[in-house]
């Protein structure tokens, strides 16, 4: 913080890591203003009630702000694939992010589950461990590396573990868990995960997780097989419930002496690691549906009808490689085509080709009696920017590439860019913004003040966005403006192709969607 | 970890375990057995076919299994039954055609 630290030798991982603390902190303490600002003004409440009734479960949600979570940007970044699973969410996140979990062995079991869990964005993780890494271990246990050798298991794997994500914090207990430590050390932690190798390590994990009514996530492998049991959970039994009388050692053999193929342990630890973050971020990530038409409440699905359902059809896609060619379930569209009427000239032959382009304009001009614009396409979009590149230093200053991915529905008139729209709220233009993100997308962040309604619910919300608009209008005593936002730009033009044809004309989208507002205006705006 | 699952359980090492076979007494049911693990070990095999008669439970169908496989013992008391993927006590009355597994537990990691 003081230039006095910073010169002292401080090596640059402790400085960033610094950076990612203040940053955190600086991120919480502007939730909290905005939380409180928002209970010093509580106006605007139609706005607030599109994301308020899904927020309110949130401890720390915020109205109308930036962030609607307690994410930092970084995180929405990192975890950006989780949020944008519905069931998931930024709730699940949030709660795996304030959660503690104990990995109780470093092993085969552990390797998977320490290095998930860590990946996934737990709080805290615990290591507990008194082996040392031998090459032995090292075809299944694959948390760890041949510089290990010799060292301390928990200590390469918390290594390992703080390069996958730095912002996890990690805690070494470089001790075997026993009877003695263990309610003192799984005390700290909210759910264990046992990923020992030994049956009496497993009754005492469990029965300790009993007495501290803690979550317990075990696994175990062995030659070719494994077992995956969650116990102690939601009035679930406990590894003596199941296992009241031990086994005979006989019965009971280890990898040491019994072998066991690598990728087993491997399997049930990713297995234990899903279950571990299920009961973290205690969302129900499967669950029968009561309204399914396979194993609802109301279902009629007899062997009769399975037997002469078509699944290739409802499913469109082939059960087999071989069948696709005759049944024609590829769609036209995903099959490699070229637009109508376009020249092909590839860009390692474009050099040579100039004077073929600038005939084709000219003749496209005679025909039409107007000048002819050029325009590149590629597959994804970046060699027809080098193209474009390319053609305006050489004679075709005015060449535009046509990204595949952006949709131009609407005209030109009936957008503006980012940077046009933060001049809006600078200058305190009245105006009214829709973000037609799913409510999930919406979570993760948003712009202050902009209203959420999704595309597929807009048809039915014409009266709220018109409300809005008058209020905005009626506060001002200026009429006011709709602008629309979406992620990338796409489904903003769909609204507002949507909206000027039912009463809207005006409505305006921002080019580019959030992620050009993050690019060009609000750089703290969390990309996802 | 399990085999393929199959509907049929003629084709697997009935002859085993069948010795007094009195269909004319009471009707018989079939049950298929799967065996994990140390269990796996001690009987020798994966799966195989009982015929049980009709209204017995896990229980009597242990009993069968024991006196085919004595050292069965070895694991009886530390084990759990598995009745058609689902955990059940050896009270549980079987029916045709139940898969019931028996799975020691494993310590391995």
Avoid at chain 1, 339 to 354: A, G, T, V, Y
Avoid at chain 1, 497 to 522: E, M, R, T
Avoid at chain 2, 51 to 69: Q, V
């Amino acid at each position: 913080m003081d230039s006095k630290e910073i010169g002292s030798g401080s090596s640059g991982a402790d400085l960033l890591r610094e950076i990612e603390r203040l940053r955190a902190e600086k991120e919480e303490l502007e939730s909290r203003i905005h939380l409180l600002e928002a209970q010093i003004k509580p106006r605007g409440a139609a706005e607030d009630k599109s994301g308020s009734c899904s927020l309110s479960s949130l401890s720390c949600s915020q109205m109308n702000g930036a962030t609607i979570s307690c994410l930092s940007p970084e995180m929405i970044h990192r975890y950006s694939r989780h949020l944008l699973l519905p069931d998931f969410g930024v709730e699940g996140q949030l709660k795996l992010s304030k959660s503690s979990i104990l990995v109780v062995g470093a092993g085969g079991l552990g390797s998977p589950v320490a290095m998930y869990l860590v990946a996934c964005g737990v709080g805290c993780l615990g290591i507990v461990d008194s082996d040392i890494v031998e090459l032995n271990n090292l075809h299944r246990q694959i948390i760890h590396t041949e510089a290990y050798a010799g060292q301390s298991k928990v200590k390469s794997a918390a290594s390992s573990c703080h390069a996958i994500n730095s912002s996890v914090k990690l805690v070494e207990h470089r001790e075997a868990l026993q009877a003695v430590n263990a309610l003192d050390i799984v005390s700290k932690y909210d759910i264990v995960v046992d990923a020992t190798d030994n049956l009496p390590s497993r009754y005492m994990i469990s029965d300790c997780c009993v007495l501290l009514d803690k979550p317990l996530v075990s696994g175990a492998a062995l030659g070719l097989e494994g077992q995956l049991t969650v116990y102690n959970y939601n009035g679930g039994p406990c590894y003596r419930c199941l296992f009241p009388t031990p086994p005979p050692s006989a019965a009971c053999q280890r990898c040491s002496d019994s072998g066991v193929l690598g990728v087993v342990p491997g399997v049930i630890g990713c297995l234990q690691a899903l279950e571990a973050i299920k009961v973290a971020s205690a969302v129900k990530i499967r669950g029968r549906s009561p309204a399914c038409l396979i194993c609802g409440e109301n279902a009629a699905f007899t062997r009769e009808i399975f037997q002469s359902f078509d699944y290739e059809n409802f499913t469109q896609s082939p059960m087999s490689d071989k069948s696709s060619e005759k049944l024609n379930l590829i769609p036209e569209s995903s099959r490699i085509t070229a637009i109508p009427k376009s020249m092909n000239i590839p860009l390692s032959n474009l050099e040579d080709k100039l004077s073929t382009i600038h005939s084709a304009l000219k003749q496209a001009a005679q025909d039409s009696g107007k000048c002819a614009s050029l325009f590149v396409v590629c597959r994804r979009g970046n060699d027809s920017q080098r193209a474009v590149d390319y053609l305006s230093k050489n004679g075709f200053p005015l060449a535009k590439d046509i990204s595949s991915e952006k949709l131009n529905l609407i005209p030109e008139s009936s957008r503006i860019t980012g940077k046009e729209y933060n001049e809006i709220v600078n200058t305190g233009e009245p105006h009214v913004l829709v973000d037609v993100r799913p409510v999930h997308h919406f979570k993760i962040a948003a712009i202050p003040k902009s209203m959420n309604i999704p595309l597929s619910n807009l048809e039915d919300k014409l009266s709220t966005i018109h409300s809005a608009l008058k209020q905005a209008a009626q506060d001002s005593g200026k009429c006011a403006s709709l602008f629309v936002v979406c992620r990338r730009g796409n489904d903003s033009q769909r609204a507002v192709d949507y909206l000027s044809k039912n009463g809207f004309p005006l409505a305006k989208d921002i080019v580019g969607g959030l992620q050009s507002w993050s690019q060009d205006v609000d750089h703290t705006f969390p990309s996802y | 970890m399990t085999e393929e699952p199959k509907d049929t359980c003629d084709v697997i090492g009935s002859q085993k375990t069948n010795p007094s076979r009195d269909k004319d007494l009471a009707p018989y049911i079939k049950i298929k057995v799967l065996f994990f693990a140390r269990a796996r070990d001690l009987t020798g095999s994966t799966e195989l076919c009982l015929e049980m008669p009709d209204g017995s439970t896990a229980r009597d169908c242990m009993n069968k299994l024991l006196i085919e496989f004595p050292n069965l013992r070895e694991i009886y008391n530390s084990m759990v039954l598995a009745l058609n993927e689902e955990y059940a006590p050896e009270s549980t009355i079987l029916r045709n055609k139940d898969e019931l597994a028996i799975i020691p537990p494993i310590s391995g990691g």
